[in-house]
């Protein structure tokens, strides 16, 4: 296990390097705040299964490992490998992410917690290049969960972005999640929405249960916001911490 471990990091480190920097820690549909702590191991894999047919039929396919490499109590980094495939011939499947991150109440009292980061950065120019950087501020209020609100833009680098986003290659992400511990501190909630009528474009509301400290699974269901185009779909996502 410990050579599986530094292997990963090695492939991380290298996708660096080679800067082709998929996704990260999120929420059900845009990323959270929420960052993997120092050497935290995450792996997870993702499904979105169409409902109807259109450009989200048959079934979307994102299994990936994602790490923390920070040492800090109050500033962390993760970064990440995905593999995903949406039509069965696994071409160019390999995307990855990064992100960097403040907790809340890091440095003073109410604080919101604060993350930076990027993800999709793929390997084929014009084609897989979604290469989306985003910024994210989230608070917890009272018992009424925690909100957070961002920004987006996409084709970062790419001079042909309009054929991944259309005119959609910017826009907002709005979450919404919270812990159910009136009924069991393993149930959690969450709504969230990014803008734009492109394949990222999407209203998703789910919940999760966590089946022990380090296994959770959120099932969710994801309405687009081009519906002429992406059918709704539905997911299921498992996450297991391994360290």
Known sequence: MRKLFTACIALIMVSFSLEISATPSTQIWIPSTDVQSYKQLNIGWDAYIGTASGETEGIMSNGGITVGVLPFSKVAMEVGIDYRDGSGNHKDPLYFNAKIGLPEDAF????????????????????????????????????????????????????????????????????????????????????????????????????????????GMI?????????????PTVTYQIDINVF
């Open 219 to 231: 099932l969710g269901y994801d309405v687009y916001n081009d519906r002429k185009e992406f059918k």
């Open 108 to 215: 003073f009292k109410y604080m919101p917690a604060v993350a930076i980061g990027g993800y999709d950065f793929g390997t084929r120019k014009d084609f897989t290049t979604y290469n989306i950087i985003y910024g994210l501020v989230s608070r917890s209020i009272w018992k009424l969960g925690r909100f957070s609100v961002g920004g987006f833009k996409g084709g970062v680098g790419n001079d042909n972005a309009e054929l991944l986003f259309g005119k959609s290659d910017a826009g907002v992400m709005l979450s919404w999640d919270r812990v159910m511990s009136e009924v069991s501190d393993k149930l959690w909630l969450c709504i969230d929405f990014q803008s734009g009528k492109s394949s990222y474009g999407a209203l998703n509301i789910g919940a999760s249960w966590k089946f022990a400290p380090n296994v």
